[in-house]
């Protein structure tokens, strides 16, 4: 299970069995868009693409989820993961806009724990 | 990137896998499973809910049901039955316990998102465990129960 292909930008043509993450700087935050399905196969992807991006010690980090079309609690817990490397130096927030993400995001209850946005803009915003 | 392509068994009426619980088959079984259901006019919401809840099911499979080291098999079933869509998810191994057996979702141990996730988005699910192993059985509604007049 350790062979979590190297993160962000590696290979953006490859689509069904992973995530596509691109990584973008806004002042002293970092947006971590991701695109395509979060599982217990690509959820390593996701902590490694925003690990990495974490390195750089942004005041903000934004996971954009709005491109997810399939997020499974694998991703979640690589979303509390995150959000406790982000600790108290990192403001970590997550943009969610579909059902797909936000559905499971609402039923356990993460909405309340994480700071979940409908729009990068907003999350910048804040 | 998956060792042997054993072909999922599928009509308009039944999808049927079994193989080596692995997280690629599980990924590999909730895509067909989508399609299937698409394909059967199951509404968009329960299609989506559906693959979520069997998806976890077969995570917890891959993850949980067999010693590190060893695999064992995953089974997936889904029936379209008169009135509902039943899937089932087998596995001959044991799940890690949870402190009450009759609710698995209230301990809160661990990881319980998934088993969560499960209760929550079926209409009726349960979790099965018994000499032979874990099977969790999920039913939905084949037709959208909202009742939403005409205007």
């Given at each position: ?13 490859k ?9 973008q ?33 942004p ?9 997810v ?16 490397m ?5 403001r970590?927030r ?7 993400t936000?559905?499971p ?10 700071a ?10 804040t | ?13 039944r ?26 006019g199951i509404?968009?919401?329960t ?15 891959v ?18 039955e ?27 141990s661990?990881?319980c ?10 209409a ?8 032979r ?19």
């Amino acid at each position: 299970m350790d062979t979590s292909p190297p993160p962000a930008g590696g290979n953006p043509a490859k689509p069904a069995s992973g995530i596509v993450t691109g990584t973008q700087r806004h002042g002293d935050a970092v947006v971590v868009d991701c695109t395509g399905d979060i599982d217990a196969l690509t959820a390593p992807q996701l902590i490694a693409a925003v690990a990495a991006a974490m390195e750089k010690r942004p005041r903000t980090v934004v996971v954009d989820l709005s491109r997810v079309a399939f997020l499974a609690s694998a991703g979640l817990a690589a979303l509390v993961e995150l959000h406790r490397m982000a600790g108290e130096a990192i403001r970590f927030r997550i943009v969610a806009a579909g059902s797909a993400t936000l559905r499971p995001l609402t039923m356990t209850g993460l909405t309340d724990e994480l700071a979940v946005f409908p729009t990068s803009a907003q999350a910048l915003a804040t | 990137m998956c060792p042997k392509r054993r072909p999922t068994s599928r009509s308009a009426t039944r999808l049927h896998h079994r193989g080596a619980a692995t997280a690629a088959l599980a990924t590999r079984l909730r895509r067909e499973l989508h399609d299937w259901a698409a394909f059967a006019g199951i509404p968009a919401d329960t299609v989506d809910d559906l693959t979520l809840s069997s998806y976890e099911a077969m995570a917890n499979t891959v993850r949980h049901a067999y010693p590190a080291g060893t695999t064992g098999f995953l089974e997936l079933h889904a029936n379209l039955e008169r009135e509902d869509v039943v899937v089932t998810v087998a596995d001959n191994g044991r799940w890690a316990p949870t402190p009450d057996e009759r609710d698995p979702v209230s301990d809160g141990s661990y990881d319980c998102h998934g088993l969560r996730l499960i209760h929550d988005l079926a209409a009726h699910s349960e979790v099965v465990r018994d000499e032979r192993g874990t099977t969790v059985l999920m039913t939905w509604p084949r037709r959208s129960t909202d009742v939403t007049l005409p205007p």
